[in-house]
């Protein structure tokens, strides 16, 4: 997306995570890296080891969505964005009510139509707006070199007259926050989907919501995350 008097871009997220808005950058998606070195998979191979069941998340089959809105006197100007991870990955040991995940920031799509169609976003930017506002939303908003990871805990999970609430500790921009999740599990012996929604401030993770001409272009601090999880047993 691509500021000019006619037409601005905006910023957005990301986990989630804000998009800025940006000059024409063509890119390779950044390699795959691998788990974080602080990532506790020895915890989910001990329980293995004690018979404990564990599932292991699916990417293939997972999903994690972040819409980013509009603001500002000239949002009329600017787009809603979306961005996406494919490639989540993690484990999930219900017995404990404990998870822990993560997605690499690097690997995050942006602006997927049909995406934005499930979003409600009835325009589509360009490929190179696309690109320039990945570029922007890892570069200047994410700092994606120093942050490369949102990292994701679950610790709790309660259940009252059929509905779960999970607490979830979301580590983003060096910051970490616990939200509140309520969220629809449907598992068997083999296999299990975590869905859910939540929302949450850029601010709360030290990020500054991206604006242009003294915010008359601007996003909105407030972002709508929704995830599917799925797993299958180890």
């Known amino acids: 997306m691509r500021p000019h008097p006619r037409r601005s871009g905006l910023a957005a997220v990301a986990l989630a995570l804000v998009l800025g808005a940006c000059a024409p950058l063509v890119r390779e998606p950044a390699p795959a890296p691998g788990a974080p070195a602080y990532f506790p998979e020895g915890y989910y191979r001990e329980a293995l080891a004690r018979g404990r069941p564990v599932f292991r998340v699916d990417p293939a089959e997972s999903l994690v969505v972040i819409e980013v809105r509009r603001a500002g006197s000239l949002a009329r100007l600017g787009h809603d964005h979306v961005v996406a991870s494919h490639e989540v990955e993690g484990f999930i040991a219900p017995d404990e009510s404990r998870a822990d995940l993560y997605l690499a920031l690097g690997r995050m799509a942006v602006d997927e139509a049909p995406l934005r169609a499930e979003a409600g976003f009835a325009t589509q930017p360009t490929e190179s707006d696309i690109e320039g506002t990945r570029a922007n939303m890892l570069e200047k908003v994410l700092e994606a070199e120093k942050f490369p990871f949102a990292i994701v805990r679950v610790s709790r999970a309660d259940a009252n007259q059929g509905n ?21 599990i449907d598992a068997d012996a083999t296999q299990m989907s975590v869905a859910g929604r939540l929302g949450f401030d850029q601010t709360d993770f030290g990020i500054t919501p991206y604006s242009l001409l003294g915010g008359a272009i601007a996003v909105q601090n407030r972002v709508e995350l929704r995830f599917r999880i799925r797993a299958r047993r180890l």
């Open 164 to 184: 779960t609430t999970l607490d979830v500790a979301i580590t983003l921009h060096g910051a970490t926050r616990t939200l509140r999740a309520p969220v629809q």
